[in-house]
């Protein structure tokens, strides 16, 4: 089925370590988003990619970096995870702005 | 900066009454202005959205909401909740002159049997 991929759906480091999650898209889209949720904090954007070969900072960007691997592919990595980084991910795509996004079914991450 | 507020962010209804779930943004652009659903474990799936045109906007689910631009609401409201309407509802409007969207803290609502 067509959509947006996440993985992993679970994830649990511990302080320090490190790990990327994937995300992938088939709808062709441009743009692709990394967003982190929160209870009572809604969604907050960490990267976003507006189209292949471009990269930029949302509003929680410090702890992560991004590739945008190809049109398809956005992945996030965490290089020194913290507590403070435990969440849900959510990746996203959209082909225009006035569409919407896609969203991924999301991973949740903890970090002891 | 663009901003959205959702007041409440718990909401009970009684099954077959009125939903009516705010959401309120701040720029003075008309931005382009959209409402989610998460279910418990899920994604965030379109209920609807509103570029442009006709301000009343209706989505899936039996959902609708209607774009005032005087008030800057986009409220959300539903004429008769079923108890499967329980869930998480997030506004979300795009950042002018961007590719982003910003949205709210979400509002859980929940269906009395």
């Known amino acids: 089925n067509a959509g947006v991929t996440q993985t992993p759906k679970f994830q649990v480091l511990k302080t320090g370590q490190s790990m990327t999650l994937q995300c992938a898209q088939d709808m062709n889209h441009n743009s692709m988003y990394w967003y982190r949720q929160d209870p009572g904090m809604g969604l907050r954007l960490i990267y976003y990619?507006?189209?292949?070969?471009?990269?930029d900072k949302g509003e929680v960007p410090n702890g992560y970096n991004v590739s945008r691997l190809n049109k398809r592919e956005f992945s996030l990595r965490l290089e020194s995870a913290a507590p403070s980084q435990t969440s849900v991910y959510f990746c996203?795509?959209?082909?225009?702005?006035?569409?919407?996004?896609?969203f991924g079914s999301g991973t949740r991450l903890t970090v002891v | 900066a663009q901003s959205v507020t959702q007041l409440g962010s718990h909401v009970s209804v009684s099954e077959g009454a009125l939903v009516l779930l705010r959401c309120n943004y701040s720029?003075?652009?008309?931005?382009?202005l959209f409402w989610y659903v998460q279910y418990p474990n899920q994604g965030l799936q379109l209920l609807l959205k509103?570029?442009?045109?006709?301000?009343l906007v209706k989505g899936i689910n039996g959902f609708e909401a209607e774009f005032k631009k005087s008030e800057t609401s986009f409220h959300l409201t539903k004429p008769s909740a079923h108890m499967s309407d329980a869930a998480e509802y997030f506004c979300a409007v795009s950042d002018p002159g961007t590719y982003k969207y910003i949205f709210g803290t979400g509002t859980r609502l929940k269906v009395l049997a």
């Open positions: 990619s507006a189209s292949e070969g471009t990269t």
């Open positions: 720029s003075s652009v008309p931005p382009y």
């Open positions: 509103y570029t442009t045109g006709a301000t």
């Open positions: 996203a795509s959209s082909e225009i702005v006035g569409n919407g996004y896609t």
